[in-house]
């Protein structure tokens, strides 16, 4: 399990936004050229990936190399072919992996933290109820 970083929460200007990309990968694994181009294009603060078809035999690192500065956080499908899912938090958000809301489905619960503005609950999951809750 992932520990969150002891760091202190970044405070948001007004005319800054939290940028958030999701990217339905069927198979992350052939395609990481186009996804690190995207990345360093938008650079957004948070990267949801579904249907990343990842096995826990695959390391984090070839996917995400630190110097990108995230939190990575995985749930790979090992029982057939397809599924799994990453959630990516910067690591200027503290961010920790919510494992007591686990469910049988791949999904990734965080809670993300930035000072001024109410914590963000990020459910990431590949059974189409993708929603953001606030606190």
């Not at 990217?23 to 990481?32: A, D, P, Q």
């Not at 999904?107 to 109820?129: A, E, F, L, V």
Request: with cysteine.
């Amino acid at each position: 399990m992932n520990k969150a970083k002891k760091t202190k929460p970044i405070k948001l200007k007004p005319e800054e936004r939290l940028t958030i990309l999701n990217i339905n990968c069927r198979s992350v694994n052939n395609k990481i050229p186009e996804l690190h181009q995207v990345i360093d294009h938008v650079q957004p603060d948070v990267i949801c990936l579904t249907e990343t078809w990842l096995k826990p035999d695959i390391h984090t690192a070839e996917i995400f190399p630190c110097h990108y500065g995230y939190q990575i956080y995985r749930d790979d499908r090992t029982s057939d072919k397809g599924g799994g899912v990453l959630l990516a938090v910067t690591n200027n958000f503290l961010s920790q992996e919510q494992p007591e809301l686990k469910t049988d489905c791949n999904i990734i619960w965080s809670k993300i933290s930035i000072t001024g503005i109410k914590d963000i609950m990020s459910p990431h999951s590949t059974n189409h109820t993708n929603t953001t809750n606030t606190h």
